[in-house]
């Protein structure tokens, strides 16, 4: 009998008594008396991947696998343990049982595995409402990573899936937003759903737009899950892009959804304050570098605020580090000498273009001129 005749077999009796679970048993039992480990750890992977293995798991994990469980892949021992722990009662049961994999997995060569179980422990806390345990969890699974030299993609995968829930269960939206990205960074995203995708997409984006130190959005702009954002949540996606190049008119355009959504309209004095700021570092950055000594009036020109504030506005672009430069507060000028790199949309790249054809233009000019200037210099 091979796995798919044993997947076969689950499939028409869910409920299979633990003799005729036995029968199955010894199927994998003669890999088993063999000691192929390594043939016999893929066979339960395979087996348990099969949906009509679900209800059989963990019994079948308990009668069996556990009986060699020292023997084989420690990481893949416990993606067999999460998949096992599906089938418990509830989520107290489910605690219990990773609790017991993570310390069965807590050796000194298999440290990864004891990560990977960990995390999983904490995912359950989170559920649980134990957040102060879940974070407990997190900075031990997080300390043990930091001392790995590497470690399979999936189980950072895990760390950060279960940190971003956690930091969102908080409300720490600049934690979630990093660690929500460093997730997908280790996953390819087409193995989550299009619902799940637009679902990650929605809340990365809500995160950037009422984090208060989120000034930025160049990571999520340039991954393709935010084409997931279509349909009733496209607007959001173009707020995130009207953000990133300060264009104040698309995003009044658009801000009757923040007005219709609670989370954004509870932070809406903050998101407008951010557009500000991102329409700041904008007019700064449009600017060749020996033009960037701008007035008060030519800042509220372009940033729509008012005279009076714009020397708000700009320390606190100066605080931030979005700009760096000296303001005279009596000639009511400012003087940039530096704006944070930003990611540009095709228009900025074109605008970058010809400010470089201008430069080139400049650099052959001068070089024109010293050349005529100096002839009798260079002359042989």
């Given amino acids: 009998m091979n796995v798919d005749t044993i997947a076969d077999f689950l499939a028409e009796q869910q409920d299979a008594t633990p003799e005729e679970l036995q029968s199955i048993v010894i199927q994998f039992e003669n890999l088993w008396e063999r000691k192929l480990w390594h043939q016999l750890t893929d066979a339960l992977v395979q087996f348990f991947e099969h949906p009509a293995s679900e209800p059989q798991r963990l019994q ?46 807590d050796n000194e060569n298999s440290q990864d595995a004891f990560v990977y179980a960990t995390v999983a422990v904490a995912s359950i806390n989170i559920e649980c409402q134990d957040l102060d ?67 990650r997409a929605y809340e990365l984006g809500m995160a950037a737009l009422v984090s208060d130190s989120i000034y930025n959005f160049g990571e999520l702009l340039q991954h393709p899950i935010l084409a997931a954002l279509t349909g009733e949540v496209a607007w959001l996606r173009e707020l995130l892009l009207a953000f990133n190049r300060g ?22 004095t903050e998101i407008r304050q951010k557009t500000y700021l991102a329409a700041l570092t904008e007019a700064v950055f449009r600017r060749p570098p020996h033009q960037r000594a701008m007035s008060f009036g030519q800042i509220s020109a372009d940033t729509k605020v008012k005279t009076d504030e714009i020397e708000h506005l700009v320390m606190k672009a100066l605080s931030l580090g979005l700009v760096r430069g000296t303001i005279d507060e009596v000639g009511e ?23 470089l054809g201008e430069w080139g233009e400049n650099v052959n000019k001068l070089g024109n001129w010293i050349e005529a200037t100096g002839q009798d210099i260079w002359a042989p």
């Fill in 60 to 105: 079948f994990y308990k009668i069996f696998i556990l009986k060699f469980a020292d023997k084989i892949n420690q990481l893949k021992l416990v993606d067999l343990g999460l998949k096992a722990a599906v089938a418990c009662r509830d989520s107290e049961e489910r605690l219990t049982f990773l609790q017991d994999l993570a310390k069965k997995v």
């Fill in 133 to 199: 345990g879940a974070r407990k969890d997190l900075d031990n699974a997080e300390k043990i990573l930091e001392g790995f030299d590497s470690v399979e993609t999936k189980v950072h995968a895990a760390f950060y899936q279960t940190n971003a829930g956690y930091f969102q269960v908080k409300q720490e939206f600049a934690s979630y937003y990093r660690n929500a990205l460093l997730y997908l960074a280790c996953i390819d995203i087409r193995v989550l759903t299009l619902d799940e995708q637009k679902a």
């Fill in 333 to 355: 000028l400012v003087n940039f000498t530096w704006v944070q790199p930003r990611v540009l949309d095709m228009t900025q790249i074109a605008s970058m273009g010809a400010r």
């Fill in 247 to 268: 264009d104040l008119g698309a995003y009044d355009v658009l801000s009757g959804h923040i007005a219709s959504n609670a989370l954004l309209k509870e932070h809406s």
